[in-house]
């Protein structure tokens, strides 16, 4: 039995306008983008530096855009939490610069990948929310409710996905590329 409050799913998608498609689409598509360089990043310069620094900044970043956009919650606590991934992220930072002094090789290639998919990730849940009416019960007329927002954000990564994982395929950050006979075996 579904709710009585709020608008039914196939209503609500009907009811969207452009810049409410655009902006959910947008979200999945940075979204994809995102975690594709982030694991570019990984495979570079590996796990211990990559995911950190790359998720560590989409977390921080995210939570100061997400914060500016709609102030809820106490922002002393949200900060503190935020400058602690912070100091996470130098810290990592500087223990990998002295790892990496010792042996020569920087994979400063893979640190890029990171902070970009780090920054683009910060960003696609403001492109997905601000498609979405605050008021669940009453939506506002032109955006989505949550349901709706969500699928056309999975329609933006899965649409993206043949465009950029083909050309992660083709252009690969390591190893040898793909063929086109590769892709269709």
């Known amino acids: 039995m579904g709710s009585t409050e709020g608008r039914p799913f196939l209503e609500d998608l009907g009811q969207a306008d452009t810049q409410a498609f655009a902006s959910a689409f947008a979200g999945g598509v940075v ?19 990559a995911f950190p620094v790359g998720i560590g900044i989409a977390l921080a970043l995210g939570v100061v855009v997400n914060y500016l956009a709609s ?3 106490d922002p002393v606590l949200l900060f503190i939490g935020v400058a602690l991934v912070v100091i996470a992220i130098i810290f990592d930072a500087l223990a990998y610069r002295q790892k990496a002094s010792g042996s020569g090789n920087t994979p400063t290639k893979g640190i890029i990948y990171a902070i970009v998919g780090g920054v683009l990730m910060a960003f696609f849940f403001r492109l997905v929310a601000a498609s979405v009416s605050p008021d669940f019960v009453n939506p506002e007329a032109g955006l989505f409710t949550p349901y709706s927002a969500v699928l056309v954000f999975a329609i933006g990564i899965f649409i993206s996905n043949f465009l950029l994982n083909s050309y992660f395929m083709f252009k690969p950050v390591s190893g040898a590329p793909m063929t086109f006979a590769d892709y269709f075996i």
């Not at 983008?33 to 796990?47: Q, S």
């Open 31 to 49: 979204f994809n983008l995102a975690n594709l360089l982030v694991v570019a990043a990984i495979d570079i310069a590996g796990m211990a530096v």
């Open 71 to 73: 102030p809820v919650g």
